[in-house]
């Protein structure tokens, strides 16, 4: 179980690699950091109609890529 875990850390992280630099930034800062969109806009200069469009745009890529990895079926 503890391979299967690893497994998936390191295929999220290849994943969030290949996203856009904006997009990986705005997903890490949303879920790994729990920050809001406007927190995000403030600290990136980023505006808050993108961040919401990079977190929506980054995911659906992530989960593709994620499934394509086979380490999600289900995202």
Same mark, same amino acid.
């Given at each position: @179980? @503890? *391979?299967? +875990?690893?497994?998936?850390? $390191?295929?999220? !992280? *290849?994943?969030l690699n290949r996203l856009k630099e904006d997009q990986r930034v705005? *997903?890490?800062?949303?879920?790994? +950091? !729990?920050k809001t969109y406007k927190q995000i806009s403030e600290e990136t200069g980023i505006e808050l109609k993108k961040v919401k469009s990079h977190i929506q745009n #980054? $995911?659906?890529? @992530?989960? !593709?890529? @994620?499934?394509?990895? #086979?380490?999600? $079926?289900?995202?």
């Amino acid at each position: @179980l @503890l *391979i299967w +875990e690893a497994f998936q850390k $390191k295929e999220l !992280n *290849i994943c969030l690699n290949r996203l856009k630099e904006d997009q990986r930034v705005c *997903i890490e800062m949303f879920y790994f +950091e !729990n920050k809001t969109y406007k927190q995000i806009s403030e600290e990136t200069g980023i505006e808050l109609k993108k961040v919401k469009s990079h977190i929506q745009n #980054g $995911k659906r890529k @992530l989960k !593709n890529d @994620l499934e394509k990895s #086979g380490v999600f $079926k289900d995202v």
